[in-house]
């Protein structure tokens, strides 16, 4: 490996870790344990692979000490989830970045997870929609084995024929991918959650529309959401041994 892919690493190590000693300051200790283990393996990564002898003492010294502090996150978060006591709040601030589906939810999956639970009364307009699709499409992405997506919604009282001829489609791609989606219609329905048959429940104050509208279909954030600024929302997650199966 050349010196500056070497560097290259040790700087995202830095970067990796860095933010994982904000969210645990920010007692955000899911995904800062997340961080952890990331940053942890580009260090043994850079250990494994730098020459200079004099730098490895220094690199083993700052793995152990990362390696401590997940271990001890780890066993809080377990003694926390088997006392059903695990309750993370994540502030969304008005116009922040940085919050795509990829980053938010991504602490959240592993490859227990196989069946998703989707409440939210607004997936009605074309946005709210395509909201939707890029929530299965980051499912589909990541490191899980998701079979089954049940939503349930209210009915667009103005144009009920593009809603489900939308959710139609969502569910007839989704089925290209070995993914069964359910679409349910409530006419009480008002709060809104995500749940994951791993244990973790993710109550999202907008729902899955906590995105601004961008300025025009070719300015930056209309297809990257981790560029799309944000309305203000309130993210609250728990997890509990048995999630709700209907």
């Given at each position: 490996?050349?010196q500056?892919?070497?560097?290259?690493?040790?700087?995202?190590a830095v970067t990796?870790?860095?933010?994982?000693?904000?969210?645990?300051?920010?007692s955000?200790?899911?995904?800062?344990?997340?961080?952890y283990?990331?940053?942890?393996?580009?260090?043994?990564?850079?250990?494994?692979?730098t020459?200079d002898?004099?730098?490895?003492?220094?690199?083993r010294q700052?793995?152990?000490?990362?390696m401590?502090?997940?271990?001890q996150?780890k066993?809080?978060?377990?003694?926390?989830?088997?006392?059903?006591?695990?309750?993370?709040?994540?502030?969304?601030?008005?116009?922040?970045?940085?919050?795509?589906?990829?980053?938010?939810?991504k602490?959240?999956i592993?490859?227990?997870?196989?069946e998703?639970?989707?409440?939210?009364?607004?997936?009605r307009?074309t946005?709210?929609?395509?909201?939707?699709?890029?929530?299965?499409?980051?499912?589909?992405?990541?490191?899980?084995?998701v079979?089954?997506i049940?939503?349930?919604?209210?009915?667009?009282?103005?144009?009920?024929?593009q809603?489900?001829?939308?959710?139609?489609e969502?569910?007839?791609?989704?089925?290209?991918?070995?993914?069964t989606?359910?679409i349910?219609?409530?006419?009480?329905?008002?709060?809104?959650?995500?749940?994951?048959?791993?244990?973790?429940i993710i109550?999202?104050?907008?729902?899955?529309?906590?995105?601004?509208?961008?300025?025009?279909?070719?300015?930056?954030?209309?297809?990257?959401?981790?560029?799309?600024?944000?309305?203000?929302?309130?993210?609250d997650?728990?997890h509990?041994k048995?999630?709700?199966?209907?």
């Amino acid at each position: 490996m050349s010196q500056n892919a070497l560097v290259g690493m040790e700087s995202s190590a830095v970067t990796v870790l860095t933010r994982a000693v904000e969210l645990d300051t920010s007692s955000r200790f899911q995904e800062s344990l997340i961080c952890y283990q990331e940053g942890i393996q580009l260090l043994l990564d850079v250990l494994k692979t730098t020459k200079d002898d004099s730098k490895k003492p220094h690199y083993r010294q700052k793995i152990k000490g990362y390696m401590e502090r997940a271990e001890q996150i780890k066993i809080r978060l377990n003694q926390e989830k088997e006392e059903g006591k695990y309750h993370e709040q994540i502030k969304i601030t008005e116009n922040a970045k940085g919050f795509s589906f990829e980053k938010l939810f991504k602490p959240y999956i592993n490859e227990a997870l196989t069946e998703v639970w989707v409440e939210d009364p607004y997936i009605r307009h074309t946005h709210q929609l395509y909201n939707l699709l890029r929530f299965c499409e980051m499912l589909l992405k990541s490191p899980c084995e998701v079979k089954t997506i049940h939503l349930l919604t209210s009915h667009d009282g103005a144009s009920t024929t593009q809603q489900t001829s939308a959710l139609t489609e969502i569910q007839q791609s989704l089925k290209t991918h070995g993914i069964t989606l359910t679409i349910d219609y409530s006419t009480t329905i008002h709060d809104r959650e995500i749940r994951f048959n791993n244990g973790w429940i993710i109550k999202i104050g907008r729902g899955l529309d906590y995105f601004k509208k961008p300025q025009s279909r070719f300015s930056i954030g209309y297809c990257d959401y981790d560029l799309r600024e944000c309305h203000e929302t309130t993210v609250d997650v728990f997890h509990v041994k048995h999630t709700k199966q209907t």
